[in-house]
């Protein structure tokens, strides 16, 4: 169950390979993508998952790729439509990349700390993805609309 849980999860770590030219789907991917690299940092840390270093490692670099593509999906006018993006993001453009930069840098250094192989213990993951998550909510907070 473990290692089926895993390989479904990596696979939806992928979704931002798949990128279309609908920016809303695409902003979905890429937090479908989000979501799962999340679920498993978060199963792992609480040892609901075994951790492994190549676990870890997928876990950051997928975050690594999501940080440095997704800011190209909020052009003007998509924020209509099936979208949970807050208005805000286009209203705070500076805020929003500010908040970007923020994921981005915490996502290169996650990454670097992981090394090729990953980081090598429990320990040394919530290092290295701590930052990341921390990032993650605070844009959540800010520029996502809750659900209703």
């Not at 479904?8 to 279309?20: F, R």
């Not at 695409?26 to 993508?33: D, G, L």
């Not at 670099?61 to 993001?89: C, E, H, N, V």
């Amino acid at each position: 169950m473990k290692t089926a849980l895993i390989f479904g999860a990596l696979a939806a770590m992928a979704a931002p390979a798949l990128a279309t030219d609908d920016a809303i789907m695409t902003r979905k991917s890429f937090m479908w993508s989000n979501g799962a690299s999340a679920g498993l940092a978060v199963g792992m840390m609480k040892n609901e998952i075994e951790y492994s270093p190549a676990a870890g490692n997928a876990v950051l670099k997928s975050f690594m790729a999501t940080s440095l593509a997704f800011g190209d999906y909020f052009p003007d006018g998509t924020d209509q439509g099936d979208t949970r993006a807050s208005p805000k993001i286009w209203e705070d453009r500076a805020g929003f990349d500010a908040a970007l930069a923020e994921f981005q840098e915490a996502s290169a250094s996650g990454a670097q700390a992981g090394g090729r192989e990953g980081p090598a213990d429990l320990a040394a993951f919530q290092a290295a993805v701590g930052p990341i998550l921390n990032t993650c909510n605070s844009c959540h907070e800010e520029y996502q609309l809750s659900r209703q």
